[in-house]
């Protein structure tokens, strides 16, 4: 059964860098047939589309964060990570990691999200 | 980016009833249509991908009609478990976005 669980730090402060991970468990990252994205939702907000990224290399950021971001992946690790430099109190969200089959695709599995708040 | 317009934005039910939704894309996006439901503290669960297609494990009274511009998620006959908010994602354009939700609360 698969299985993503992120972790990282729940409190940052402004101007540093966020990086989370993501445990993919009950399959494997490298596979051809998936990309392996982040999505994240302010407390109380909608869902904003951050990132996916295909074990190959293939990369594909929002626009509105393309400057901050770095999403990666290990596959040895069967890992998959989030980087966002020069965080504000607008980055305080839930971050989520998911699967899609395909870049244009669905997310089918989600990890059940993790808040990171960003404050002094 | 390609704006995406639920409406309403809030709906009071009961049981049994049928419910509906309806997301609106700023462009035609085809058929690049998902439904996801969102229950407080959870993640969202995939229910309908590419405008029609349920989910696997997703009971039968969701559906989901559409192309181009306009969709609609219809609940055919509300249980308990399904009040939650309701989210439209379009996957046609880079960056895929989503409506802004659906709270489907009791009457």
């Known amino acids: 059964q698969l299985q993503l669980q992120e972790s990282g730090p729940g409190l940052v402060k402004p101007s540093e860098t966020l990086s989370l991970s993501c445990t993919v468990s009950?399959?494997?990252?490298?596979?051809?047939?998936?990309?392996w994205g982040w999505i994240r939702q302010p407390p109380g907000k909608g869902l904003e589309w951050i990132g996916s990224?295909?074990?190959?290399?293939?990369?594909s950021y929002n626009p509105s964060l393309k400057s901050r971001v770095i999403i990666s992946v290990d596959t040895s690790k069967n890992l998959l990570s989030l980087k966002l430099t020069s965080v504000t109190a607008a980055d305080t969200a839930v971050y989520y990691c998911?699967?899609?089959?395909?870049?244009?695709?669905?997310?089918?599995?989600w990890g059940q999200g993790t808040l990171v708040t960003v404050s002094s | 980016d390609i704006q995406m317009t639920q409406s309403p934005s809030s709906l009071s039910a009961s049981v049994r009833d049928r419910v509906t939704i309806t997301c609106r894309a700023s462009?035609?996006?085809?058929?690049?249509l998902n439904w996801y439901q969102q229950k407080p503290g959870k993640a969202p669960k995939l229910l309908i991908y590419?405008?029609?297609n349920l989910q696997s494990g997703v009971p039968s009274r969701f559906s989901g009609t559409g192309s181009g511009t306009d969709f609609t998620l219809t609940i055919s006959s509300l249980q308990p478990e399904d009040f939650a908010t309701y989210y439209c994602?379009?996957?046609?354009?880079?960056?895929?976005?989503f409506g802004q939700g659906t709270r489907v609360e009791t009457k």
């Open positions: 998911a699967r899609q089959p395909g870049l244009a695709a669905a997310s089918d599995y």
């Open positions: 009950g399959a494997s990252i490298n596979s051809n047939d998936y990309y």
């Open positions: 990224v295909h074990y190959t290399g293939s990369i």
């Open positions: 462009q035609s996006i085809f058929s690049y």
């Open positions: 590419a405008a029609t």
């Open positions: 994602q379009q996957t046609y354009n880079s960056p895929p976005t």
